[in-house]
């Protein structure tokens, strides 16, 4: 599986868009791309998942180049209550069965009024 | 009416002494798993269960024993607890059939403190 690098932390302020990259160099054929974000004292939250090109919800958008060793989590216009921590997850389908996953290090976002 | 449920939330032990905690989930999901969580925030995957059948097996001490009674539920049992054992341990759940790529549903988290 890919190994996944974020940046540590990022600053930001309110209505800004923020754009949040991850490097995976040694990503392979059957591996997704996904995002969660995690807030303290809790679980990590699904924000979106993509395999190539570009992809968007209601959230946020996720930009994946055409050989996927990167991608870019954008979050339009960020509030106060999108301050958290965002991971880079790289997964793979499994012959076997199952989703195996490894996170990155994560991105601690803090946004400021 | 929480998807994924852990207990205990809390879990403060002595080494040595053998511990338990416990997973449902209410989603319908096939495939549930066990992350660790330590003080750097690094999530790692340690279980996997695909219709109670374990799938997963990341080099995790054998005093870790993950057990699925059934789809809903994988519990995780630890013998003889260390201090490295403290952490956050998350429950997981999916729907992997028909080819789903995986979103995960994470239950809140049980920090173990191991004393």
């Known amino acids: 599986l890919a190994k996944t690098t974020q940046p540590i932390s990022m600053d930001s302020y309110e209505g800004q868009e923020v754009n949040i990259t991850c490097s995976h160099n040694n990503i392979a054929t059957n591996d997704y791309i996904t995002w969660y974000q995690q807030f303290p004292s809790q679980g990590p939250r699904f924000i979106i998942q993509?395999?190539?090109t570009k992809v968007t919800n209601e959230v946020a958008s996720l930009f994946i180049p055409a050989d996927r060793k990167s991608s870019t989590l954008s979050l339009p216009r960020v509030s106060l209550s999108d301050t958290a921590v965002y991971y880079c997850l790289v997964g793979t389908l499994m012959n076997t069965g199952g989703f195996k996953t490894i996170f990155g290090a994560g991105t601690r976002l803090f946004v400021k009024a | 009416d929480t998807a994924v449920s852990q207990t205990p939330k809390y879990l403060v032990t002595q080494m040595g002494n053998d511990k338990s905690i416990k997973c449902e989930q209410n989603l319908g999901h096939d495939t549930m798993y066990w992350y660790k969580q330590d003080s750097k925030k690094f999530l790692k995957i340690m279980f996997s269960?695909?219709?109670?059948?374990?799938?997963i097996n990341e080099t995790v001490p054998n005093r870790f024993s993950p057990k699925s009674p059934d789809k809903a539920h994988l519990n995780l049992h630890i013998n003889s607890l260390e201090l490295g054992d403290s952490a956050v341990y998350f429950c997981a759940s999916t729907r992997l059939a028909g080819g789903n790529t995986g979103e995960l549903f994470f239950g809140e988290g049980s920090r173990l403190t191991v004393l």
């Open positions: 269960y695909n219709n109670k059948e374990l799938i």
């Open positions: 993509g395999y190539k």
